[in-house]
């Protein structure tokens, strides 16, 4: 009786790690890709790939993300390329800029601008499939954006 039990949880163990093997290597195909093009990156406490990027010649950097995890929506795998722009109480976002902020939005080709907590992003959703010359220009592309937004809400300051 005993036998047949341990048997049994070790068939089910088996059973959850195979299931848990897909996502785990869907999370290191981000990796894989950023490995490709020789973006450098450390995971952060969300299990999100952060990316600095350095603006030298302006003297600036600016954070860039891959999300960690991905959400199936109508059958199709969707992974964030996001970067933060400014903070929305520090930065005075309310109102007319946020007015402003969606309307930009209606004009971007890539991304839009969005609000999480207390914090402005421009955020791209994007096909998990991306291959990794696409993943490393969208984060280029979000992390261009979101730093001229930076910019222009605070000026000189450089916080994100």
Known sequence: MNTRRALSLSILA????????P??????????????????????????????FNYTSEGRTQLAFVSGETHTVAGLT????????GRV????????????????????????WE???????????????????ELSSLLDVAAGAADDMEIELSGDRDDL
Do not use: C, H, N, W
């Open 78 to 85: 969707i992974r964030e390329v996001f970067s933060p722009a």
């Open 115 to 133: 609000i999480r907590g207390d914090v402005l992003y421009l955020v791209i959703k994007v096909l998990d499939g991306a291959s990794s010359s």
């Open 14 to 21: 088996g059973l959850v790690f195979a299931a848990a093997a």
């Open 23 to 52: 996502a785990t290597a869907q999370d290191a195909s981000v990796a894989t890709r950023l490995d490709r093009e020789g973006i450098q990156y450390e995971i952060d406490g969300d299990g999100d790939y952060k990316v600095t």
């Open 89 to 112: 109480t520090q930065d005075g976002i309310g109102g007319r800029k946020a007015l402003e902020l969606l309307e930009a939005s209606a004009e971007m080709k890539l991304g839009s």
